[in-house]
């Protein structure tokens, strides 16, 4: 399973982004989708999910600017960034995991967000 995260950048404050995970090797629609995002010197944290039935979640200090959702059938997922911050600035990674037929999870590598002026 390949996961393949694009879309990152450099970005002025207020601006937006919007990141790709492209997903091979697998039966995507089974997959939680999730962004998690790692800022220097912090610990890696969830950024949004969306299940397979399309149901969202968000950290608090996202929500109302970030937007999760998924195409499977393009095995995509995207996440739109909006009014981005300063403190957005980050690694982001893709995630999909799944307990079918045990809990496993695959990692894309990160992309980089820079939200500066």
């Known amino acids: 399973v390949q996961l393949q995260a694009s879309g990152g950048g450099l970005v002025q404050p207020g601006g937006s982004l919007r990141l790709s995970c492209a997903a091979s090797?697998?039966?995507?629609?089974?997959?939680?989708m999730a962004w998690y995002r790692q800022a220097p010197g912090k610990q890696r944290e969830l950024v949004a999910t969306?299940?397979?039935?399309?149901?969202?979640n968000y950290l608090d200090s996202v929500q109302g600017r970030f937007t999760i959702s998924r195409d499977n059938a393009k095995n995509t997922v995207l996440l739109q960034m909006n009014s981005l911050k300063s403190e957005d600035t980050a690694v982001y990674y893709c995630?999909?995991?799944?307990?079918?037929?045990?809990?496993?999870?695959?990692w894309g590598q990160g992309t980089h967000v820079t939200v500066s002026s």
């Open positions: 090797g697998t039966v995507f629609r089974l997959y939680v």
């Open positions: 995630n999909a995991n799944s307990v079918i037929p045990t809990p496993h999870e695959y």
């Open positions: 969306i299940n397979t039935g399309g149901t969202t």
